[in-house]
């Protein structure tokens, strides 16, 4: 176990539900962040938050909504999703955030599988 | 060209033998790497970082960085089955404040018994 705990692990979803995803971590970290890994594609970062304060959105559709109350949760809703947002979304923490000598681990959660109809 | 790339596999090592993962990018001022392992259905994990040029070494796992060649690699001494794994190669980039770690798309290995 990494100390980062993600559910639900598995979601179905149609296209017109509302859904949302929880991480947690254990760690006290100061930085989380949600990835998505597609089959065949380089994990893609969507947001990153530091200090509970979002420091980054890579461009992602407006159907997915991060909220981060602390700097111990951190949740993705969901709303309105494509068939193609089917992937494995994954949460990560790391005591900083990314600087360019950064050595600093991400510990990722198990990720939660979601599928949408 | 892809910030990040690595040789999609799979990549086949007989037990025992060594296995060498590549990866190249992108970025000339990046200065730290990552290899993560990923098995099938789980989370990545982080087994090395490396951020000087040359060797490091950690158990049967060696990292290799050459920043002139943008080129970083793993090797993997005697081989076991429980390696077989995909193993994603990660480099931060970016601009002072606004780094990011950028992900490979993973090698997958199979060592084989």
């Known amino acids: 176990e990494t100390g980062v705990t993600q559910t639900p692990r598995h979601l179905v979803m149609g296209m017109t539900n509302k859904k949302s995803l929880k991480c947690e971590q254990h760690l006290g970290h100061n930085a989380m962040y949600w990835y998505k890994q597609s089959a065949k594609k380089p994990l893609e970062l969507m947001f990153v938050y530091n200090f509970k304060e979002q420091t980054e959105n890579n461009s992602v559709p407006s159907r997915f909504s991060p909220e981060c109350p602390n700097s111990s949760h951190l949740f993705l809703h969901l709303h309105t999703l494509q068939p193609e947002d089917s992937a494995l979304y994954l949460c990560?923490?790391?005591?900083?955030?990314?600087?360019?000598?950064?050595?600093?681990?991400?510990?990722f959660g198990p990720g939660t599988r979601l599928t949408v109809l | 060209q892809k910030e990040v790339e690595q040789n999609s596999g799979p990549l086949s090592v007989p037990e025992g033998a060594i296995a060498s993962l590549n990866c190249t990018y992108s970025d000339r001022g990046s200065q730290s790497f990552f290899w993560y392992r990923q098995y099938s259905g789980k989370s990545p994990e982080l087994i090395m970082f490396i951020y000087s040029n040359g060797d490091k070494e950690d158990g049967r796992f060696t990292a290799q960085l050459n920043k002139a060649s943008q080129y970083v690699s793993l090797l993997i001494r005697d081989s076991q089955p429980s390696d077989s794994a995909t193993y994603l190669c990660a480099v931060i980039r970016g601009i002072q404040g606004a780094q990011k770690l950028v992900f490979g798309q993973g090698t997958r290995l199979t060592i084989n018994p």
């Open positions: 990560a923490s790391s005591q900083d955030i990314v600087t360019a000598t950064s050595t600093d681990t991400q510990y």
